[in-house]
């Protein structure tokens, strides 16, 4: 049995409900001061105020075997640290109890997957300690590791419901000449463009794109996320795009933050079937589609003028849908096209971009249960104008924010600028924005129902942000306030990381 028990936290805010929240509704927040989190073998078991928590632990341990029976108030031991007494207040614990290596997450065979530094070693056998220090409050005994986050503010781990995390090679060049104004044409002319992704993510050796993917995977972590959509896309052929999902896979199984697969077969036109995108459709409908069948659990599509028409888009979504995939769809974000409106009628479980997408298809979606995920990190990076969202909201539907990290048009997965983004600038509440980076985010990947909340019965994925109150997220601006994460229980990112 692994227990964590979060205690102390200033504030400890979430979302409820196992679906997405609709409208106003994203707006309502559960804010328990002085609150706790017990979590048992990574699934919470309680959520309250610090009293009422350590109430329900204490009723479990003396339900179990006394041999493991703690009693926090009165077990004192007087080997403690003066120095670091002061965190601890009333919790009892010695001092060779602190140690790196116990808060290691279990089934992660690889050194390398925790953004920890030394203090991560895979020897788990090892006795090696942390220095003491007067800020450390991770702290472990025989039953339970137990965090002290007083003055820190607790919330779900940050869900980001689309990226395109996994590909070769850089485009820094176009990006500069870009903001320097140099036009898509000037830089499909050098070469540029998603088809110099294309090329070195076919170049790329598995190991290569492994490397790479898992350090923007730590980069996530270091942000508060610890679920994440990746996409392929960026295979001009099955080969390829296969590769790319076996990358995901073991990403997945390897690095802490949970990799939820896209197959994005139908991204860009490959310039081998230029003219004839029809036929592509085909191709992926005979090849792709079942090759990434039972792997990826959802497919999505370029639906854009010049990319892939609407029908062509149906086409797929439809023959993808039998196959078993679930839908997404990239819709309207530079032609209103009508995406979102093929996304509603098509069930798919969101529609992303959407920022010329009508009135009337955003309200398809609403009334389908479609979310709108938007990224306002793309528009921010590409000088447009954000999608509505404070009109979405307004009118029922239920907003997602994802990152949209790319290597082209946003190559940034920044969750703090995103907040900053949506709050000064698409006039969403902070609460409004925690909950499409949480609950709404994981609806967005049909997992509302497992994790995006601090709820009994969900995953125990936590971040706990060094600041006193939720409202420093927006107000703090782009700055990444996030102290530790939690992921399925086990403490995969702490502050120590950043020193040691
Ligand atoms: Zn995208």
Redesign the pocket.
């Known amino acids: 049995m692994s227990t964590l028990l979060i205690e102390n936290a200033n504030e400890l805010v979430t979302p409820e409900g196992r679906h997405a929240l609709n409208g106003h509704a994203m707006a309502k927040l559960r804010v328990i001061p002085n609150g706790a989190l017990l979590s048992e073998n990574g699934v919470i078991t309680a959520v309250g105020t610090t009293e009422d928590v350590r109430r329900q632990l204490r009723q479990r341990q003396s339900d179990r075997s006394t041999s493991h029976k703690l009693n926090f108030e009165s077990n004192c031991q007087s080997d403690r640290s003066s120095s670091y007494k002061s965190s601890f207040e009333s919790n009892c614990q010695s001092s060779h109890e602190l140690s790196c290596e116990s808060n290691l997450p279990s089934g992660h065979p690889t050194s390398g997957k925790l953004s920890c530094g030394s203090n991560f070693s895979s020897d788990r056998s090892s006795s090696r300690q942390l220095d003491l220090r007067p800020d450390d409050v991770i702290i472990r005994d025989d039953a339970i590791t137990r965090i002290d986050a007083t003055g820190k503010t607790v919330l779900p781990g940050f869900v980001d419901p689309?990226t395109?995390f996994v590909f070769g090679g850089y485009r820094e060049d176009e990006f500069n000449l870009r903001l320097q104004g140099a036009s898509y044409m000037d830089i499909m002319r050098m070469g540029g463009g998603i088809a110099a992704t294309n090329r070195a993510t076919h170049a790329a050796s598995e190991e290569e794109l492994y490397a790479e993917g898992f350090k923007r995977m730590d980069r996530m972590l270091d942000l508060g996320i610890t679920t994440v959509e990746g996409?392929t896309g960026y295979g001009e052929d099955t080969a390829t795009e296969d590769k790319m999902l076996r990358v995901m896979e073991l990403l997945d199984r390897d690095h802490p933050v949970d990799v939820v697969k896209t197959y994005l077969g139908a991204h860009a036109v490959p310039p081998s079937w230029k003219g004839r995108s029809g036929e592509y459709i085909d191709y992926l409908i005979k090849e792709g589609l079942p090759m990434a069948a039972g792997r990826a659990e959802f497919c999505d599509v370029f639906t854009e003028e010049g990319v892939f028409s609407l029908e062509e888009s149906e086409k797929l979504l439809r023959a993808a849908k039998e196959q078993g995939f679930k839908l997404k769809m990239?819709a309207d974000e530079i032609e209103p096209m009508g995406g979102a409106g093929l996304a509603a009628k098509l069930g798919a479980v969101s529609a992303?971009?959407l920022l010329k997408a009508k009135d009337e298809d955003l309200f398809a979606m609403r009334d389908a249960g479609c979310i709108a995920c938007v990224?306002p990190l793309t528009a921010f990076s590409l000088r447009e104008p954000y999608a509505r969202a404070r009109f979405m909201i307004d009118h029922g539907l239920a907003v997602a924010l994802g990152t949209?990290l790319?290597p082209g048009s946003c190559y940034s997965q920044s969750i703090p600028l995103m907040i900053a983004l949506a709050t000064i600038y698409m006039k969403l509440t902070i609460e409004e924005t925690i909950t499409a980076i949480t609950l709404n985010a994981a609806a967005a990947i049909d997992r509302a129902d497992r994790i995006g909340s601090l709820e009994k019965g969900k995953a125990a994925d936590v971040v706990i942000l060094d600041c006193p109150g939720y409202r420093h997220l927006s107000y703090h601006f782009a700055m990444n306030l996030v102290d530790t994460v939690i992921k399925k229980g086990d403490v995969v990112r702490r502050p120590c990381d950043r020193n040691c």
């Open positions: 689309h395109h996409k990239h992303d971009h990224l949209d790319n």
